[in-house]
């Protein structure tokens, strides 16, 4: 997307997609609201007042919060009710969150205010998109949700810097009171009125826009995987005919016949396949290559079920109370996290097996036992040379690492607001802990491409694929060096990261082999 001409998203009562998130959170798109979304706000508006004016308490309009919600309050006291929740609430704590996620956060409060469903006034939304569009991301914490009654404590931060109270970082990435930045930027601070503050804070928000990002990075990562895969394959002289689409129709997952078509997609042309009885004979290639598909597309189909549990996220109106068409406002327990919670772990878990099974793909290219001819650890002369045998280390490290983060979050839950919140999604820790397990597996998936590309060209006399000996170019031209003596690897560790994360990796593929899944 052109960063100096950014796309719009107009947001209206539907809910949003997967690619508006991402388009707002990273690229920057501006936001507008739709005028179907003004009325329906300003209707569900309409309804709050009603009730506000009357007697009776209506928990969120005119009573306390949680466990204080027995309160009754009085009309000379309900701005400054709803002005406290934020303040209270808007407590943080731990390191800064990344700009993109707390971008994602506001964007898709937003989207559940624009449905009418809050109660919240035009004007505020209004300010919303405003705050969004010039750039004021409001500095939210790593800790302070327990992802249930929504993502609180990093809502919290959002709404405080629309009442101009707060840190918020600019535009041009410096931090300063949010106040000055909505002066300089011409924005009105909003001053909030009956369940307006609530409707600010009581959302899936956090956890559901990190989950829409790593969706994303993970579909083009199980690609970039299945290449790796086919390289390794390649590079041990490793059997294709386990590939064969008939073999996978008969179990019919598919992700794993789209795994197997990727990679066969990248074999096709290999001099180096099928040498299974050459000078080290085998019957079968070790499960790390032969199942390849199999965990992949495992993967694969785990990934499809979270973008169903997203889609529909995206498509809710999450708050307690709701403004319902019919001039009801029910209260509800549409904010917690679960749904939302539990495919984020699904997706630590399949992000780790995929790491696992690549790093033993690695380490096999690596073992002159088992590699098939190659030197040990792809070493210019073994014993004066290391090779690759600690850029292995780091990569067991990773994977080591993404083990433990695979532990699932949403199986704790922790008492909250005496007692009345007693049981809690974990939603945002488990957001929190994929977005380490998506870069840990990129680097995985680098470290594999480097030992299997160095591997392929240690088989002289033998000619890759043209996919095979496009990704090697590619790569050297990336400033990724080929074998030789040892050298300073890191430099060469952190080419092949970035060159898998831009998706050049991809790209070279399908310029010869067309487009994968």
Same mark, same amino acid.
């Given at each position: ?23 707002? =959170? ?72 990344? &700009? ?13 205010? =624009?449905?009418?469903? !809050? ?33 609180? =404590? ?73 290449? !790796? ?134 380490? &096999? ?138 998706? &050049? ?13």
């Amino acid at each position: 997307m052109d960063m100096q001409n950014p796309a719009t998203v107009v947001v209206g009562i539907a809910g949003v997609t997967a690619a508006d998130v991402v388009a707002v =959170a990273r690229d920057n798109a501006r936001v507008e609201l739709s005028e179907h979304a003004l009325e329906a706000m300003a209707a569900g508006r309409q309804i709050v007042d009603e009730l506000a004016a009357r007697p009776e308490p209506v928990y969120g309009v005119s009573t306390g919060f949680g466990a204080l919600a027995t309160r009754h309050i009085g009309h000379d006291l309900r701005t400054q009710l709803q002005r406290n929740i934020v303040r209270s609430h808007a407590a943080g704590m731990g390191p800064r969150v990344e &700009r993109e996620v707390v971008r994602a956060l506001q964007f898709l409060r937003l989207k559940t205010v =624009a449905t009418g469903h !809050t109660g919240v006034r035009p004007e505020v939304a209004q300010t919303m998109a405003d705050v969004l569009n010039a750039g004021i991301v409001p500095v939210v914490h790593e800790y302070g949700s327990l992802g249930c009654s929504g993502d609180l =404590a990093p809502l919290s931060h959002c709404a405080l810097t629309l009442m101009g109270e707060g840190d918020a970082e600019g535009p041009d990435g410096s931090v300063h009171p949010a106040g000055v930045l909505l002066d300089e930027a011409g924005i009105k601070p909003v001053e909030l009125r009956e369940k307006e503050g609530l409707a600010l804070l009581n959302g899936t928000d956090g956890m559901l826009g990190m989950l829409v990002m790593a969706c994303a990075d993970l579909a083009a990562l199980f690609t970039a995987a299945d290449i !790796t895969a086919a390289l390794s394959l390649e590079a041990l002289l490793g059997s294709a005919k386990v590939l064969a689409p008939e073999l996978h129709e008969i179990r019919p997952h598919p992700g794993q016949a789209a795994s197997a078509a990727n990679m066969l997609k990248v074999l096709e042309g290999s001099g180096l396949t099928g040498h299974l009885q050459d000078d080290a004979p085998r019957v079968q290639d070790a499960y790390s290559v032969r199942c390849a598909p199999q965990v992949a597309g495992a993967g694969r189909d785990t990934l499809a079920h979270a973008r169903l549990v997203a889609e529909r996220e995206l498509a809710a109106a999450v708050d307690n109370p709701v403004v319902l068409r019919d001039g009801r406002v029910e209260s509800n327990g549409n904010f917690h996290g679960a749904p939302v919670a539990y495919v984020l772990d699904f997706l630590a878990i399949a992000a780790a097996d995929l790491a696992s099974i690549a790093e033993r793909r690695t380490d &096999r290219l690596l073992d002159r036992h088992r590699s098939h001819g190659l030197p040990a650890f792809l070493a210019g002369d073994p014993g004066v040379d290391s090779g690759l045998m600690i850029a292995q280390y780091t990569q067991a490290a990773l994977v080591s690492e993404m083990k433990r983060l695979a532990v699932p979050a949403s199986v704790d839950s922790i008492p909250s607001s005496a007692m009345q919140e007693d049981h809690v999604s974990m939603g945002w820790s488990a957001a929190r802990k994929l977005r380490t397990a998506v870069d840990n597996l990129t680097r995985v998936i680098a470290v594999e491409l480097y030992a299997a590309t160095r591997a392929i060209e240690l088989r002289h006399g033998l000619t890759p694929s043209p996919a095979t000996t496009a990704v090697v170019a590619a790569i050297r031209d990336a400033g990724v060096q080929g074998p030789g003596e040892d050298r300073f690897l890191s430099p060469d560790l952190a080419a092949a990261e970035g060159f898998v994360r831009s998706g &050049r990796l991809v790209k070279a593929v399908e310029d010869i082999a067309g487009v994968l899944a």
